[in-house]
């Protein structure tokens, strides 16, 4: 998750405790405390939808599963989540709201002490509900919204979608509960970016994630309908000019790109262009620390059966289960050979990852996609949408140079 | 050690039949649990857990999850009585509850 806004209207020389004369201790320092994080878990509760979203990862459908965890395993895992020092657990599914436990859940994940947050299509969320949920302790609710109106439908296949999904929305501030939009980019929702963003601005939402595909779940039947790499980059571009523009405004939203960490090369790209040298460096030394691509470390997924993933989308194969063991151990659990090669992937990554000078703020990108499409686990994320005179070169701003600029 | 005396014996298949990978990395090594794949078929489910262990492996093992029987101590079940008892709408109230913020 990189915070354009951040990184483009926030980030000034004083902030985030980085300041670049001293910097090269305390952010290989905090690179290894990021390192030693506990991941956010992703928790599909139920894999049971009340709509049929052609890009659902999770392959959701309108019947009830076999195996879901129960109300009591579900707060066993908690238990276990709060254990192992899991920060955050994201309730998503299939939709969650389907769960009448829901509630309950989130209050006894609150109880113990993992963050509870919410991903949700929003068409489930009625006042009563955006009020309980509130009260049960939940901090955060994401809400799916994938294109202007009819385009929006058309996807989630359900006539009336866009306009559940902002009455959720509605719902939920009217309740006072933070809530924020998640866009999953695609070849057919692009143009509507910022038109979406407009509309759901007057309805008082702040924070836009916007999501690249993965390809995993139903995803992998429309790879052929994500974007290409040249309006990939349009889009990304916009995103961030887009951001500019509500700053200049004097409206401050939050903007959020999630899922393709050539973003943070990008971003350096974009802030060197249209920012300064100075600002660029910034933006690079604060994304450096963030660590580029999560998977298998900083992100985790647990589905509705209790199979452990290495993320969300990356439902095909599963690490392990918390019915025959606890979470804790089984993402510890380093005799397993993926889980240590990922975690060590920067020596394995091939072709022009290999040598990319972002390859430590981007780490390759999604592995999953290159498992995808070039069946090859450590091959070049096919979604990278650099130029070849951007990635090669030495790394930028190397060895800690003592005289930024910015000073 | 413990009675073995819990059988888990929940599904664990998403999509398609899981399979239990096992995986050796050299001769005089173990062979090691390393998670499981979904795939329709044996040959599919080869092929996955081939590109994900290659790497690594010198051999590799694949049972089908629905034969394979897990028993362990009791005091390692997520909640050993639970009675499997669903928490999830059913596709009636599903249907009903959508877009109900809407009619007023
Ligand atoms: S070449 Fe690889 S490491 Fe570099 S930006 Fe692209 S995906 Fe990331």
Same mark, same amino acid.
């Given at each position: ?407 | ?6 059988? !888990?014996? %929940? =599904?664990?298949?998403?999509?398609? #039949? $899981? ?8 001769? @005089?090594?173990? *062979?090691?649990?390393?998670?499981? !794949?979904? %795939? =329709?078929?044996?040959?599919?489910? #080869? $092929? ?8 690594? @492996?010198?051999? *590799? ?44």
């Amino acid at each position: 998750m990189i915070s354009v806004s951040k990184l483009l209207t926030d980030l000034d020389a004083e902030g985030d405790g980085l300041r670049y004369d001293a910097a090269e201790e305390s952010t290989k320092a905090q690179i290894r405390d990021e390192k030693q994080r506990r991941p956010v878990v992703v928790w599909n509760v139920t894999k049971q939808c009340n709509l049929y979203c052609d890009h659902c990862y999770a392959a959701a459908d309108t019947d009830i599963a076999d195996g879901e965890l129960t109300t009591a395993e579900g707060k066993a895992l908690l238990d276990d989540l709060a254990d192992y020092g899991a920060p955050v657990i994201l309730f998503s599914g299939g939709e969650p709201l389907v769960r009448q436990d829901l509630e309950e859940l989130v209050a006894y994940a609150d109880e113990v002490g993992v963050r509870p947050v919410l991903s949700t299509n929003g068409t489930l969320i009625t006042e009563e509900r955006a009020a309980s949920l509130k009260a049960a302790g939940l901090k955060y609710a994401g809400i799916s919204v994938d294109g202007l109106p009819e385009r929006n439908d058309d996807f989630r296949g359900m006539e009336g979608a866009f306009d559940g999904a902002v009455q959720g929305i509605q719902n939920c501030l009217d309740a006072g509960l933070k809530t924020g939009l998640r866009y999953t980019i695609t070849e057919r929702n692009a143009p509507d970016l910022e038109g979406v963003v407009d509309l759901l601005t007057d309805v008082g939402v702040d924070r836009f994630c916007f999501y690249h595909l993965d390809y995993g779940g139903r995803g992998t039947e429309i790879v052929d309908a994500d974007l290409t790499p040249v309006e990939r980059r349009e889009a990304v571009e916009r995103v961030c000019d887009m951001t500019r523009e509500y700053h200049d405004r004097g409206e401050e939203i939050e903007t959020l790109l999630v899922g393709n960490y050539a973003d943070a090369a990008y971003l350096v790209e974009y802030a060197r262009e249209h920012m300064g040298e100075a600002q660029a460096r910034r933006v690079y030394e604060y994304l450096r620390v963030n660590g580029g691509d999560p998977t298998g470390e900083r992100v985790a997924d647990v589905d509705y059966q209790g199979n452990v993933h290495l993320t969300q989308f990356w439902q095909g194969y599963s690490l392990g289960n918390v019915r025959d063991r606890p979470f804790g151990d089984i993402w510890e659990d380093e005799s397993n050979p993926l889980l240590g090669a990922l975690r060590e992937r920067e020596d394995r990554l091939t072709g022009k990852c290999a040598d990319c000078r972002y390859s430590d703020v981007c780490r390759g990108g999604s592995r999953l996609r290159a498992l995808t499409v070039e069946d090859d686990l450590f091959a070049p994320d096919p979604q990278c949408y650099l130029d070849d005179d951007e990635i090669r070169g030495p790394e930028p701003f190397a060895g800690g140079d003592a005289t930024s600029p910015a000073d | 050690m413990g009675e073995l005396d819990h059988e !888990v014996d %929940a =599904p664990r298949g998403a999509t398609s #039949r $899981e399979w239990e990978v096992f995986c050796r990395e050299a001769s @005089a090594d173990p *062979l090691t649990h390393v998670g499981s !794949v979904s %795939a =329709p078929s044996a040959d599919i489910a #080869r $092929e996955q857990a081939t590109r994900l262990f290659a790497h690594a @492996a010198e051999a *590799l093992w694949l049972c089908p999850a629905d034969e394979t029987v897990r028993v362990q101590d009791e005091s390692l079940a997520l909640d050993p009585d639970s009675d499997g008892a669903d928490a999830t709408m059913d596709e009636q109230a599903m249907h009903d509850e959508t877009l109900r913020g809407e009619a007023e």
